[in-house]
């Protein structure tokens, strides 16, 4: 993103509103579903930084993190959150694969429309991003301690100020 601000500034803007805008999930539940769908895009980045801004959300609960990437189904989170993570799911590997009782079972778990409209939005943004991130071959760090300070500084600043950073970098300097 350094590369391109004038690109960076729409998609932080984009991932800000997704994220941390209004709306009934939480910013920790946010994270998790663009966690969960950037594991299933098997984006190294994209699911490293996303579950360390989720962790941060969680208390520091790097383990429950984990627990989605792995079984979404057997994680020690809300059955509403389950059948959410179920649809971001299938949006992941395409739209059309989401069917009605998916739906169904969202709402009957309790998730409401705006929530679910949310659940595939982030969906879908997270597998462009995480193609953009993988399709130019970021290197990304392997140890998930060098996402701690990065995922807490984004989950209390947020993506905006992510962009200013990126504007006072010069174009192409790591930031």
Known sequence: ?????????????????????PGTLSPGERELIATY??????????????GAVAAYHFDGNE????DVKQSAERAGISDKLKALLAI????QRGGKNVQPEDIDR????????LEIHDTVLIAAAFCMYNRYVDGLA??????PNAY???GARLAREGYIESTRELAATPSGAAS
Do not use: Y
């Open 1 to 21: 993103m350094a590369f391109r601000p004038e690109t960076a500034k729409p998609l932080n803007e984009l991932a800000e509103i997704l994220l941390r805008g």
């Open 37 to 50: 769908v950037s594991s299933e895009n098997d984006c190294l980045f994209c699911q490293s930084i996303h």
């Open 63 to 66: 383990q429950l993190v984990l």
């Open 88 to 91: 971001a799911g299938k949006v």
């Open 106 to 113: 969202a709402r009957r778990e309790g998730a409401t429309d």
């Open 138 to 143: 970021t290197w990304a760090p392997r140890e």
């Open 148 to 150: 701690r300070d990065p």
